[in-house]
């Protein structure tokens, strides 16, 4: 009885969830990598967007939130953002271009700070806030937007 009632849960809470997201870019609804995919010797715990080698197209914010961290490295996710939302879940949006003009500003005031092109910055829910549907970055050509949805800090599946 009780794993009927947590499956009842789990089926309506991803249905409810999956209703509320804008979709983070108008670029494509075609993945090159699916969620729990194997690769590497580790399972992939977001889905990679197809960018259809559009430079500078728009990455949306998929719900409304606040923008609380921002990195750059030279490996991994290369620059990145990660959302919190409303809904307390922590969105990450990697392999971008470019921010919006003033996370760039942000992005790169953190780097002479650091005189480092890595940047791991966190920032407070007053600092950069977000509506579902916002411009928050930007793509790379011939790469794919990697996006993943956490709760509780673990990767739940983006399509459920």
């Known amino acids: 009885m009780n794993k009927q ?3 009842l849960y789990l089926v309506s809470f991803s249905f409810l969830f999956s209703q509320k997201l804008h979709w983070p870019t108008n670029t494509s609804k075609s993945f090159s990598s ?3 995919e194997y690769r590497d010797g580790r399972f992939h ?3 990679d967007i197809k960018t ?3 430079i500078g197209k728009e990455i949306f914010a998929v719900e409304d939130g606040y923008i609380h961290r921002m990195r750059s490295e030279y490996t991994g996710y290369g620059k990145s953002l990660y959302q919190t939302t409303i809904s307390g879940h922590e969105v990450v949006y990697a392999h971008l271009e470019s921010f919006t003009p ?3 500003k942000v992005w790169r005031l953190q780097q002479t700070k650091r005189m480092s092109y890595i ?3 966190h920032f407070s829910s007053r600092e950069f806030q977000v ?3 916002d411009v928050i970055a930007s793509m790379k050509e011939k790469k794919v937007l990697h996006f993943q ?3 509780s800090r673990n990767p739940i599946d983006p399509e459920k």
């Open 5 to 7: 009632l947590i499956f």
């Open 131 to 133: 509506k579902k549907g």
């Open 52 to 54: 259809n080698a559009a």
């Open 119 to 121: 940047v791991d910055a």
């Open 34 to 36: 699916n969620f729990g």
């Open 102 to 104: 003033l996370m760039e």
């Open 45 to 47: 715990m977001g889905i």
């Open 149 to 151: 949805i956490r709760k």
